[in-house]
């Protein structure tokens, strides 16, 4: 016999029905009670005792390790700022390891002796880089390791010698034959800056480094400026090199027509002098940007590990190289018959000794692939990029698991010709709901709904690290006077003025929280929806001590292109069986059942910035709707949801324990 479960709500007006067992049941249906369960539109069945396939069901930690990382707070990086540990406890709730570092080793440098320090406006300061030490100096007291993106930009004392394509054996000094050459002097700035990052965070205790170059190179802005008034003869200036200036700084622009508008996709292609500029997915990006300067640092990373080999103070600590860190929308907005995707083409570039045109010039190691992605360049399929965030999303993830494929597909083809290559596992080192800082995507229970679908999907398409677009939403290299781009995919929103404010969690954050209070393995679950129109579905760990059971309505039609909230969703009610609970088919007694929820008005940014000025504003944070005590019998228990709380669009958590 199965029996109910009695309900206490916490802090709510609730409808929710009196759960004991079958005789109290009977009692109070005679009585006339007038609260009931609705009628599940979907049934939940779990078996505690089941293990997910993959990985033996272990797969929590996995999971957090894909959201455990972000873009380092851009309060930091203009010097310290104490309001900024407000965050600090509660990126711990979330468990976050990692922080990324970009865009701020803008201003280091090195000079003709090899002293490594800070070049701001051509004055060299050796010693330690700024903004870059303030970040790491916050790394440190997050408890956190460097996620580094290096090389967006050339180092200003490298301006002198132009585009790095021209440099060949050309030396510092002209005069001296025997001189240092200037690509050898740039390889050692790239160990330099990788010593100096890895040595300031592995003295502080951090245990690994990881590292890419520049950041999304096949879409970086970099588009020249013309005069098109003589269309024969089309004027046009890039911008300059340096910091904050060209990001396509290898490419010589006296190698192409610079006001011209033909393209290569094929690697072979890349020489031909007549192409226009290269503009988004050109695969010039690659072998003529990207491709030596990830070969420059992925030779650095390995240098620099076996110089900490030798040091007993770094023992067992260990530096990681990644790439590409591309955007990956030219795996759709490429013209047909075009061929290989730039990913596609760097891994062969990076592991095969005889890609076809430069054999292994390129060849280099390579830890992990990195790559990005958001929810909303789904809609890229359906439309152009212009319009993408104002594009439906007709079938989610379905581009995602297009370039997963072809990622794993290139790299098994590539270790089955090289049995020597190992696994390189996926990393994706940027995503978020929506790139879109137009709407309410990010900052309401819609990138909740989208996130708790989108995390298993990850797991399920072989992804094992990620990293969050940013932490907070101000710029990341503004410091605490920059303004909040709050509708951007971040964990948290600043709220208040430079000189007085904190941070909020987004949804996304509050997911997160739910992911990591859940603990033990990954189950089996069965959804079994009432009617085609449900939208639900679950992710549940179980141990001898805890169920925690994810439930998630995900509609894309209701989150993307849904700005004015004129699609209005139909909330659902679940039933939820466990069996064999606490792993234990003949337990029996007392458990508590705590629920969390994020939905249209709870646990939800965007509600909270519409009634701010109210006097009782909305709590933006993960709100408890239900705290009570369960009945279990023979190791079953059934959870209804109540009459007053059913899950609309968004997530929601149920937590069981012992009593």
């Known amino acids: 016999m199965r029996y109910l479960n009695s309900s206490v709500d916490q802090g ?76 600090l406890p509660m990126l711990s709730g979330i468990g976050v390891k990692r922080a990324r570092l970009l865009l701020v080793d803008e201003y280091c440098d090195i000079d003709v002796q090899g002293h490594f320090g800070t070049n701001s406006g051509g004055t060299f300061t050796a010693g330690d880089c700024f903004p870059l030490a303030w970040q790491i100096e916050w790394l440190i007291k997050a408890n956190l390791s460097p996620h580094m993106a290096v090389a967006s930009h050339m180092p200003t004392s490298f301006v002198q010698y132009g585009p790095a394509e021209t440099w060949g054996d050309r030396r510092l000094n002209p005069s001296d034959p025997n001189g240092q050459k200037i690509i050898d002097h740039y390889k050692d700035y790239a160990k330099a800056l990788v010593r100096y990052i890895a040595t300031k965070a592995f003295t502080a ?54 006001g011209g508008f033909s393209q290569a996709y094929a690697i072979a292609d890349e020489d031909n002098r007549q192409l226009g500029f290269p503009y988004n997915g050109d695969v010039r990006r690659l072998g003529r940007g990207l491709l030596p300067v990830q070969k420059i640092f992925a030779e650095a990373v390995t240098s620099m590990n076996a110089e900490f080999a030798q040091n007993s103070l770094y023992s067992g600590k260990t530096i990681e190289m990644a790439g590409p860190a591309l955007a990956g929308w030219n795996l759709i907005v490429r013209p047909q018959g075009t061929g290989a995707s730039l990913e596609e083409q760097f891994l062969e570039q990076t592991f095969n ?105 990850a797991l399920a398409q072989g992804v094992t690290m990620g990293s969050f677009l940013t932490i907070e939403d101000r710029l990341v290299y503004g410091g605490p006077a920059a303004s909040s781009i709050t509708n951007g995919a971040s964990l948290l929103h600043t709220h208040g003025a430079a000189e007085s404010y904190n941070f909020l969690p987004k949804p996304p954050m509050n997911v997160f929280r739910m992911y990591n209070l859940m603990t033990g393995l990954r189950n089996q679950v ?16 179980s141990d001898q001590n805890s169920t925690s059971a994810m439930v998630y309505n995900f509609d894309p039609h209701l989150v993307f292109n849904n700005d004015a909230n004129t699609r209005t969703d139909t909330p659902e009610n679940v039933s939820i069986l466990i069996s064999n609970i606490f792993q234990n088919n003949n337990y029996y007694g007392s458990v508590r059942v705590e629920r969390y929820q994020i939905d249209a008005t709870r646990s939800n940014l965007a509600y909270y ?49 012992p009593r």
């Open 353 to 457: 000794p005889y890609a076809a045109p430069y054999g292994g010039k390129f060849n280099a190691p390579l830890n992990r692939f990195s790559f990005h992605y958001y929810g909303s360049v789904e809609a890229l399929r359906t439309t152009t990029a212009d319009h993408a965030c104002d594009a439906d999303v007709t079938e989610p993830f379905n581009l995602f698991r297009q370039m997963t494929g072809a990622y794993r597909t290139k790299l098994g083809a590539l270790r089955t010709a090289n049995p020597g290559m190992g696994e390189v596992p996926l990393f994706l080192s940027e995503w978020g709901a929506s790139s879109c800082t137009t709407g309410d995507v990010n900052t309401s229970h819609k990138s909740a709904a989208w996130v708790a679908a989108f995390l298993p999907e």
């Open 609 to 657: 910035l519409q009634h701010a000025s109210d006097p009782t504003p909305p709590d933006p944070s993960l709100q408890k709707i239900e705290d009570y005590t369960g009945y279990v019998d023979i190791g079953e228990l059934r959870l209804e949801t109540p009459l007053d709380k059913p899950l609309g669009l968004g997530v929601t958590l149920y937590r069981i324990t």
């Open 205 to 258: 205790g951090a245990q690994t480094a990881i590292f890419e170059v520049s950041n999304e190179m096949d879409i970086a802005a970099d588009y020249p400026t013309c005069n098109r008034s003589n269309q024969a003869a089309p004027v046009c200036t890039l911008a300059p090199l340096g910091p904050w200036g060209r990001w396509l700084w290898w490419i010589d622009p006296n190698g192409y027509d610079i």
């Open 12 to 87: 709510e007006a609730s409808g929710t029905w009196r759960r004991t067992r079958l005789l109290a049941l009977l009692m109070i249906v005679a009585l006339g009670a007038s609260t009931v369960p609705a009628a599940a539109d979907a049934t939940i069945s779990i078996d505690a005792t089941s293990t997910f396939p993959q990985n033996g069901g272990d797969v929590l930690p996995t999971l957090k390790n894909i959201f455990q990382d972000g873009n380092a707070p851009g309060a930091v990086s203009g010097g310290p700022d104490t309001l900024a540990d407000q965050m």
């Open 526 to 541: 069965a959804v079994t929806p009432g009617s085609s129109g449900s939208h639900l579905g679950a992710f549940v760990t």
